[in-house]
């Protein structure tokens, strides 16, 4: 890495006022010919191009984003890490990101602010109770940090949860993995986009894709707002709106792309040292290092790319939030926005080749992808270099819609979609 | 968020409504003799349209009735209302 963070070079810049700092990463014109593109400058891309240059030894790498690295869900979302799910394939996917996120910032020379300070996940009636210890079983035989809390445990961990047996819909307990935990969504894009770059990756920004170019049945390039660019692979991370590049080819995804919401508040002291979600309320609140609270509303329940969400979704997610904190009654919020989700019919991605040679498609993260960033880069790159999937991600092949083996996560994850 | 104008009852919140989807996917007459492939395409695969979809819409709160829309769900304008079973006003 040319100028490598550190101690010293913190020191040394301080000497010129911090005014000589090199850029992260270039801003390079797209070259005529790549080995592989990779389509869409979000976490997930840049992940992929990360471990296509250092994994697999592929220098000549496009990044294509039609907007700014980080500006689409990587920026949006709430910054939730966990992996306590509750299918084996699940499990070991999510996992396997979480144990790449304990050592990013060390593999990145970049801190991406992991905070390992749990997600508990709170139960409101007998059959929340038993799905969720169900649930943190499934996950112990699968190796991960799971334990059940009574009412009075979920009281001692988060003090400020009103766990008054007469609210509508009383706290009877919940699961916590305490490995599990946030980081700042910003530096993961601007991490993976400075690591990659450094060997040698061009991260194209403002550069739509108009059209893929095929011949026969294997990809040549791709029409861009730049220009045409020439490759023989293309992988596509393109979020919401991968039906819309998959349409270029006419392909079919089993996808739905929906609105979904967030929202913070005025920043705060600290008074929330960990991550609640509950399912049955559908309220998920944190705190961010600023002292905002953050806090995940619902998708809105229709297709739409409009990056805003309906007001009466953030009405129901603060009804339920001041129910759980009464605390916060008086809390202002600062900001709203929504960001625009690809969500499969069981709540599980694809990572997975298409009938097309050359063309890749990562995608149907829906709502909960950002915990997923670097295993999900891992095992694209994976896909991409061999051409075929990583065992890890073979279950979730795009194939899974004719063979009816699903990976439904809908009610199991322990999240409201 | 938006208004709708339901054919029966007229102009109200979208929150009294649910989405059902694209509309036009006709169920297989023939079911059993359906490959795999085409049960994939008729239960699962959608077109997810940026820009004018024809969809379903159902007034929950309100009637109770099904009926179709044309909606950008670009900028989630919408084009037009018709009742189920007519064909739609715009191509």
Redo the contacts between chains.
Sequence with gaps: MPNKYSIFSLIKNSFSYHENWQKAWRDPEPKKQYDVVIIGGGGHGLATAFYLAKKHNIKNIAVVEKGWIGGGNTGRNTTIIRSNYLWDASAGLYDHALKIWEGLSQELNYNVMFSQRGVMNLAHNLQDVRDLKRRTHANRLNGIDAVWLNTEEVKKFCPIINTSPDIRYPVLGGTLQRRAGTARHDAVAWGYARGADSMGVDIIQNCEVKGIKKNGDSVEGIETTKGYIKSKKIGVVAAG?S??IA?MVDI??????KPLQALVSEPVKPIIDTVVMSNAVHAYISQSDKGELVIGAGT???????QR????VVEGTLKAILELYPIFSRMKMLRQWGGIV?IC?DASPIISKTHIKGLYFNCGWGTGGFKATPGSGDLFAHTIANDEPHKLNADFNINR????DLVDEHGAAAVAH | ?FLINCPYCGERD??EF??G?EAHIVRPKQPTELS??Q???Y????????GV?F?RWNHAHGCRKWFNMVRD????KIHAVYKMGENPPIK
Excluded: C
């Design positions: 709106h039906s819309v349409n079919k995804l089993p996808l739905e792309s809105d329940a229709y297709v739409s790319y409009t969400g309906s007001h009466d690809d019919p819609f004719v063979s009816g | 968020m979208q929150s649910s989405a989807g795999d492939d049960w994939a395409e239960l699962f695969m959608r077109k997810n349209i940026k979809q969809e769900t670009s900028n989630d």
